[in-house]
Nanobody
Framework: QVQLVESGGGLVQPGGSLRLSCAASGSILSIYAMGWYRQAPGKQRELVAV???????VYADSVKGRFTISRDNAKNLVYLQMNSLKPEDTAVYYCNVDLKYYSGVDIDSARYWGQGTQVTVSS
């Protein structure tokens, strides 16, 4: 059906940068929204950034001015460029995609989650 594969996490010092990528593949007909969420230990998962098909974006207040979300519609890719990273950005980051796909029987809508990638900001 549909698979999401994330990459780009790792360990970085405060003030550093990382770029996350998420590739969606499978029987995809169209993608409406592509976004990134994160979950720190002991905290609830929270929205980081989302970009819709028309290009509009939404960011969490905590990352505005530091993170940039972008997408490649032709390749079903979404990126999260993270600059000026802080220790409080440490979390598992999850890709989320809202799409329509062909199930083999009908056209269905669904949201899919990636497996998560760890981002650790520490000196």
């Amino acid at each position: 059906q549909v698979q999401l594969v994330e990459s780009g996490g790792g360990l970085v010092q405060p003030g550093g940068s990382l770029r996350l990528s998420c590739a969606a593949s499978g029987s995809i007909l169209s993608i409406y929204a592509m976004g990134w969420y994160r979950q720190a230990p002991g905290k609830q998962r929270e929205l980081v950034a989302v970009i819709v098909s028309g290009g509009s974006t939404v960011y969490a207040d905590s990352v505005k001015g530091r993170f940039t979300i972008s997408r490649d519609n032709a390749k079903n890719l979404v990126y999260l460029q993270m600059n000026s990273l802080k220790p409080e950005d440490t979390a598992v980051y999850y890709c989320n995609v809202d799409l329509k796909y062909y199930s083999g029987v009908d056209i269905d809508s669904a949201r899919y989650w990636g497996q998560g990638t760890q981002v650790t900001v520490s000196s």
